[in-house]
Structures are given as C-alpha cells and as structure tokens.
C-alpha cells in the first residue's frame, strides 16, 4: 500500500499518518525522489483500511500495490532510483562502469589493474576477497588479506570498491571496506543475509541467483528494501537453460522487464553471462542498447593467470577498446558516461 500526501504537506501531519502505520504493527517507509511525498507500507497491509488513511489530513490518495514485490515496484515509486555514490550517481541517465578481477590475488596484481583503469577514468573497482565458489578445492579468496588491500585501493587510489559479501559473519567488515556490497548469484537467496545487508547503510549489487525468475530477484531485492536499505542496484549475470556452449545464458529480457515493473537501476555483467573474454565486448554493448544502468565487467592484466575466471577476463587493452565503444553508444540510448574520461 502506498500513501500518497498531498502537496506541501505538513510535517506534522505525515508524522501521524507514520504513527498510525506503526500501531498497526506495520512498517512506514518514506519514499523520496517524489515531487510529492509519499510513505510505503509494508506487513500485512490487507488488516488496514484505505478510509481510514484517506480521512486523515494530507492524504490525498490511498493505492494498493498489486505486485507481490512491494517497496521496489514501480507502482509504489514512478520515478527511477538514483543512487548517489561520491560525486558518481548510480541510475537514472548514467551509465556506470564497474570494471576489475574477479578475484584478489595479491596486492601487486590489485595495484597494477586498479591503476590502468583509473587512467581511464574508471571509478568503480571490482574484485572478490571472498569467493563462494563452486568447488571447495578451488581459490576461495584472499579473505581478509585481501580486504586490506582492497581498503588500500580505496585510500591510495580514491576508487570506489564493489566486493562481494558471502556470509553475515564477516558482512561488518566488507561493509567498513566497500562502498557497494555485492550479493552473488549464489546467495540471491540467501534471506538472513539479505535481511542484515538490510540494515546497512551500504548501496548492494544483488545479482540474480542462477536459476531464479525476474520476480524472484525482485522479490529477493524487497527483502533489502524492507529492512530500509533502498539503495539496491539489479544485476542480470545470466542464468542456467540447456545450452551447453557458453558457461550461462545472459537474459538480456530482464533488463527492458526490470524497468517496466522497478525503479531500481538494472546492471548486467556479461563476463559470466558469457563467460568467453572475446564475446564479453557484444554482449556488454548489447546491454547497453537493451537500456542497462551499468555493466560490471572482469578485467585482468593476466587473464592466463588469473585464479579465477580469467578466461572470461578482458585484458586491460581490450577492455579499453570496448570502453570507447560504448562512449560512442551511450548517447544514442540516452545515457551518459559519467565516470569515463576518454583518454585518446
Ligand atoms: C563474481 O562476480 O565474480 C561472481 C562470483 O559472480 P556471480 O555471483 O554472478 O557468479
Ligand atoms: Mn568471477
């Protein structure tokens, strides 16, 4: 249910219409971004009556929100959802370029990727310290070590970090240490952790588990939103179908899809929605042209090397190349490159 106040409405009177959510033992969520303001409410909103907010001053209208997805649908917010990060907004007519390894793996191989891609003008830089991966016999990540040097970028570089939390014991510190927490594929699902990423002040890149719908992932993104968190990027990373010749199927339906219904920005990572380096630079354009907010993409100095997915890894070359080509595409879909400074 979705409480739209009337224009200039008195603090007061939204602060009632706030209390009066609270004793039915529903939760109130204010929804900025608004030219008017309106409060979200979510539990079990069937008990309320929409008469009842309707009588009270300021309300100017009462709707319900038909989605089983609530706070993050586009019926409870018209508006896109801008995320502001530094001086490096997330949504609405950007598009963000998140680029590094897959992986930490030591602090000279951090330092020399991170530093090509912040003379592109890269700001957002990837790279998992911890990594859930399938099979308990391959790297599992630097772990803390490799938060340090991750902490390290951010201070001596100025980048902004993107690492992936894999478990609420040590979601505190990645916190302390990212600015964007990223929730993999194979924790989409993963509720408690959802709930506690929640509570933090920290933007999340969810991306969408590997065998989940559209809605799951939006119904996996209410849980963050629930909690009051509602600085959740959408990522499409591609999903499991039949196809055998390339490691997912990237779904780039999900994009002009997550729009429709959502006002939370849509990334798509074509690295493991291919997960072929040289096929990466189509579909990452293709997502572009489908209306994606941003793209996350591997990049590694020595993809031959890497202890992780390095044979889906741009090389810092080839990921300039593709650089430029979206520069050029961006306009044509209305967006802008903000935090890329050509450097030709
Ligand atoms: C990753 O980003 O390196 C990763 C493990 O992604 P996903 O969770 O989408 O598999
Ligand atoms: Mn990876």
């Known amino acids: 249910m979705v409480i739209m106040m009337k224009l200039n409405a008195p603090q007061a009177d939204v602060e009632k219409v706030k209390e009066k959510i609270l004793t039915e033992n529903c939760k109130a969520h204010l929804i900025t971004g608004n030219f008017k ?20 001053d300021s309300v100017e209208d009462v709707v ?15 508006q896109d959802t801008i995320i502001n990060i530094d001086d490096s907004p997330i949504g609405g007519q950007e598009l963000t370029i998140i680029a590094g390894p897959c992986s ?3 602090r000279q191989q951090l330092f020399d990727i991170a530093g090509e891609l912040k003379e592109m003008g890269i700001k957002y830089f990837r790279a998992g310290a911890y990594k859930p991966r399938s099979s308990p016999y391959s790297f599992q990540g630097l772990k803390e070590k490799g938060l340090e040097y991750l902490a390290d970028v951010r201070k001596e570089l100025g980048m902004l970090i993107v690492t992936e939390a894999k478990d609420t014991t040590t979601l505190p510190l990645i916190s302390e240490c990212s600015d964007i927490i990223q929730i993999g594929a194979r924790n989409m699902q993963n509720f408690s952790l959802l709930e506690e990423v929640g509570k933090l002040s920290n933007p999340v890149l969810l991306k969408r588990g590997l065998a989940a719908t559209i809605e799951d992932l939006l119904m996996s993104a209410e849980y963050i939103l629930s909690e009051g968190n509602y600085n ?19 779904d780039l339906n999900a994009v002009p899809m ?15 929605g291919i997960g072929i380096a040289d096929k990466v630079p189509p579909m990452a354009l293709a997502a572009v042209a489908a209306g994606a907010d941003g793209l996350i993409i591997e990049v590694h100095n020595h993809p031959d090397k890497a202890l992780s997915d390095g044979f889906q890894s741009l090389t810092p070359k ?27």
């Open 37 to 56: 303001i309106a409060i979200g409410v979510t539990g079990q909103t069937n008990k309320l009556s929409e008469e009842e907010f309707l009588t009270m």
């Open 64 to 78: 319900r929100v038909s989605k089983p997805y609530k706070l993050v649908s586009r019926e409870m917010k018209a």
């Open 104 to 106: 930490v793996e030591s």
């Open 232 to 250: 959740v990027i959408l990522c499409e990373r591609g999903i499991r179908t039949f196809e055998t010749m390339t490691r997912n199927t990237l």
């Open 258 to 272: 997550i729009k429709k219904n959502s006002h939370l920005p849509i990334f798509v990572d074509p690295s493991h």
């Open 318 to 344: 080839n990921f300039k190349i593709l650089l430029d080509k979206l520069s050029q595409l961006a306009p044509i879909v209305n967006k802008k490159m903000g935090n890329y400074v050509s450097i030709n």
